[in-house]
Each structure stands twice: as C-alpha cells, then as structure tokens.
Nanobody
Framework: QVQLVESGGGLVQAGGSLRLSCAAS????????MGWFRQAPGKEREFVAI????????RYADSVKGRFTMSRDTAKKAVSLQMNNLQPEDTAVYYC???????????????????WGQGTQVTVSS
C-alpha cells in the first residue's frame, strides 16, 4: 500500500501558477498509476490528471489540458502537478491518489484509486 502526503496549495490570483507536490511512502510506489483529482464545494470529485505506473502515458481532463502538467520522480517517490494560468473555476481541494491495482491502467473515475492523500486547498481569486 502507498501512503501519500500533498503540499503546495494556497491562494493565487487568476492567471497565476502553483505547484502541488505529493510525497509517497511504501515499497511499491513504482508499480502504481498515480492521479490528481479535485473536489469543489458541492461537486463530485473529478479527475484532473493520471500518469501510468511507467510514466509513459499521461491523461488530462479537457478543462486543464495545456495548463497543467503532471510529473513523476520514481527515485524520490513523488509526483507533482504544475498548474499555470489558474482560473477561479480551478478552486478546489486537490488530492493525490494511487491506483488500486498495480501495473494496471485505471479509468478516470476516483473509484479506481485506493490510496489517497489528505488533500490540499487551492483557491484562485478573480
């Protein structure tokens, strides 16, 4: 199992940037696809970005494509999410997650992810 801790959230003006980090512990980090999800008040948790266990494939939600970049450092057991040109609609709690099944290609639903961080708040003011 993978334990996850996010950091890097905060308050930023529209058009600004933030970088979220997620530190993982556990022996099997490199075996799991990793994802970033977000949840705004009153809304369902939604997919933001997913990177395969190998790092060779990354998927982004249409709403963040071209603005957000996910990266993975297997040696450091960490993933990050660089967020540029942030908009008020990006305001949410952001979660780092590891897929439930190792060496699998998870879907974009949160149900395919079994390990979660505590979340970090991102607030974008207009």
């Amino acid at each position: 199992q993978v334990q996850l801790v996010e950091s890097g959230g905060g308050l930023v003006q529209a058009g600004g940037s933030l970088r979220l980090s997620c530190a993982a512990s556990g022996r099997s980090f490199s075996s799991y696809a990793m994802g970033w999800f977000r949840q705004a008040p009153g809304k369902e948790r939604e997919f933001v970005a997913i990177m395969s266990w190998s790092g060779g494939d990354t998927r982004y939600a249409d709403s963040v494509k071209g603005r957000f970049t996910m990266s993975r450092d297997t040696a450091k057991k960490a993933v990050s999410l660089q967020m540029n040109n942030l908009q008020p609609e990006d305001t949410a709690v952001y979660y780092c997650a590891a897929s439930t099944t190792p060496y699998a290609r998870p879907g974009e639903g949160w149900q395919d992810f079994g390990s979660w961080g505590q979340g970090t708040q991102v607030t974008v003011s207009s």
